[in-house]
């Protein structure tokens, strides 16, 4: 392949191949974890270090394709080490396994480069040469161990082909390798190439039925067994044809614009529905009133009614489908983590069994690219401050190994997601001690352990004495808190000291669909998002109260701040003299009463941003387009209650209530 | 002939302006705008156009110019700027004209009611003077001043 530019579309098949590098490296990352297990075991499942084999074949073919040549000696060097583990030729220890961990960084590291280009990764030549030279070593002893082997007399008796064919077999198999490199098979398309591999083996297979078992035990556990070349070669081949056939044909690959481009086609549909069904029934009545319409007309009238009905719930059905497709599984998140336990464990000098539950658990694309860093953030935290080290775990009667659970499950409308450790807890009286240091809190202010927990929150806030690598760089929990609360998502916190502490996050399924209170304010009709809805209330004005010159009403003992929406957003509604319509909202045990002027019920909303345009407008997330046609802004909530509690209007003290 | 570009005009007041036809996705009769309470002054408010939001501008008070009451002729232009739509509330819109290159000069400094940071130039046809309009600049360049102006208010 000479310019490969003329063949396809390069950026396409870029993206492509980062695609596929990112799910094969995380393939890799979690065989080598399992791989680890066999440390020093002498015994291997060769299923594990096969499918590390593939991965790196396949990773080395599409980069040698488009020639991002750094990529593919990195994966043609990793793929020889397993080769050799393959064939028993190398024993698994635990430096080895250390630098195919570290090879599998530097091929990360490598592709990022090679994909969006930038200063190449330093080390790497280092890096080359030690694994040359590991790899050197098991290269030439094998050869010397090879020779004497008894199992090769075995071997003859167990298949007595004449060496003439398997050698030209042995030929015309390295042949087709060698073309199948030299081509360079499209990912898109691997299966020409397999084919052809694959009649080999087959015409292999058919050389004789005792040489056919024994390939086939080539294939599964035993490699020891058999140290001739062909079958071990058609292995591979083999099996990537299998699972080409299996799993590749039953995904694709779509780009998320392109859904919600479909989402908003949808949107339109559901629209025009609508309409439709308004004008069948204008129609019918029309019709009904005139009585002298034709009977022909009638059923006609009645057609369009049906069809509407027909339409609307193909329609629905629609809509929730794509909704359905967007949905992936967490578990594309909860991959990382066991390798960045494995590694920041193994740095600490902490032992650290991570449990997963709940990988399955699906939730809206976006949601899911989004939760990885605040995720990954708390995971860190765990290892960092909560784990002890083994010996003081010892010491407290723990077991040695500290445990970090994540677990992710659906509860109604929301997914929860749980992270865990069984570690020290929060210590109450650093976190205050602390805050009392950067002048957070003041030495007097009597704080209950929660509002102590909520603390950390504070930005710049780290209990860590000294700043490590891990956390305690200054990202903080605030960040996390952040970042959760953008997606909507409620963060919260439960530690035991000594014991362990718990995050616990409610994220909403899909932020493009929620349930939503329709309130109207100035001829206005606005959602607020019901998760954060507690109750509305009609009220008479006479118990409406004032605190430091904010209205507040007292709900069951507690104080509650009002915001008037109308005045809020500044669009001049009168006030009602007699009566307020409150809706009572509230988000981490802060309530805050939004005065509008009248409710109009619950409704599923499709949330679409306002454009960048228009910018921020504080007290607004979003809009939605209702069923009529016409535009709903949706209220954030977040900053209504922000803006009531943070502008002096109301003490902490006086609304702390949980 | 020399090279030429096609721009679409339309009137805010008695002047003519002309927008790059390229930048022109379509032209529509003026439907309900959403307002957007707390957004700078110029922003008309947004609109649902086939399923997607489109802010909308009042070109008029964009240039500082008083607001108009909307007539049978008022028409939103919906502009595509970069990967940006927004529709501008104008006057009327007149037709799609073919400007010479070589018949349009640098904005002079001195011009009617628009800020000529907002003017690439200024095309001749006939006796007919077209202001020509940098919407990128409409869009995006002081939009961003009026926001912040927006934020000291909600600050204050």
Known sequence: MSSSGEFFDRTEFVQYFRDETEELLQSIDSDLLRLEGYVDTKALDPEIVNSLFRALHTIKGSAGMLEFVAVQQIAHKLENIFDLLRKDRMPLTEGGINLLFEGRDVLTALVRVAVAGGEAPGGVDDYVQRLDAFAEIYDSTAQVIEGPRGEADDEETLAPVDDERVAAFQAEVERMLAEANAKQPAPAAPAVDLDDAQAAVDAFLSLSPIAAVAAESAVAPAPREWPAQPAVAAAPAQQDHKRVGVAKNQTIRVD???????LNLVGELVINRTRISDIASTLGRELGNKGGAGRGMAALAKDLSESSALLARTTNEIQESIMKV???????????????????????????????????????????????????????????????????????????????????YHEGNQVILEISD?????????????????????????????????????????????????????????????????????????????????????????????????????????SIPLDAVIESQRIDASDLRTVHGGEVITLRGQVVPLIRVGEFFRLGAPRDPDKVMIVIVGLQGRQVGLVVDSFQGEQEIVIKPLSDVIGRIAGISGATILGNG????????????????????????????? | MSESTQVVSFKLGPEEYGVDIAQVQEIN??????????????????????????????LRTRFGMPRAEHTKNTRIVVTEIGTKRVGMVVD????????????????????TGVDTEYIRGVGKIDDRLIILLDLAKIVTGSEKRELETTDIETAA
């Open chain 1, 256 to 262: 998320i614009e392109r859904l919600d481009l479909l």
């Open chain 1, 326 to 408: 967007r949905m992936v599984p967490i578990g594309q998140v909860f991959d990382r983590f066991p390798r960045t336990v494995r590694d920041l464990a193994k740095a600490r000098g902490k032992e650290i069994r991570l449990e997963i539950f709940g990988a399955d658990t699906d939730l809206d694309k976006t949601i899911v690219d989004e939760v990885g860093e605040p995720l990954m953030h708390l995971v860190r935290n765990c290892i960092d401050h909560g784990i002890e080290a083994p010996a003081v775990r010892e010491a407290r009667g723990k077991p040695r190994h500290g445990t970090i659970k994540l677990n992710a």
């Open chain 1, 422 to 526: 069984d570690g020290a807890g929060i210590d109450l009286q650093r976190v205050r001690e602390k805050a009392i240091r950067n002048g957070v809190i003041d030495e007097n202010d009597r704080l209950s352990d929660r509002e102590i927990i909520e603390l950390i929150f504070t930005p710049g806030f780290s209990t860590a004495d000294q700043v490590t690598d891990v956390s305690g760089r200054g990202v903080g929990m605030d960040v996390v808190k952040k970042n959760i609360l953008r997606l909507k998502g409620v963060f919260d916190v439960d530690s035991v000291q000594g014991e362990g502490t718990t995050f616990t996050m409610k994220m909403p399924l899909t932020l493009a669909i929620i349930q939503a209170l329709m309130v109207r304010v100035a001829d206005e009709l606005y």
């Open chain 1, 630 to 658: 016409s535009i709903s802004l949706i209220i954030d909530v977040h900053s209504l209650v922000a803006s009531a509690y943070g502008s002096g209007r109301a003490t902490r003290a006086e609304f702390s209530g949980v």
């Open chain 2, 29 to 58: 009769r003026m439907v309900a705008v959403t307002k957007v309470p707390r957004a700078p002054v110029f922003m008309e408010g947004v609109i649902n156009l086939r399923g997607q939001l489109i802010p909308i501008i009042d």
């Open chain 2, 92 to 111: 009327s819109v007149s037709e799609v004209l073919r400007l010479p290159l070589d018949a349009i000069e640098p904005a002079p400094d001195m011009i």
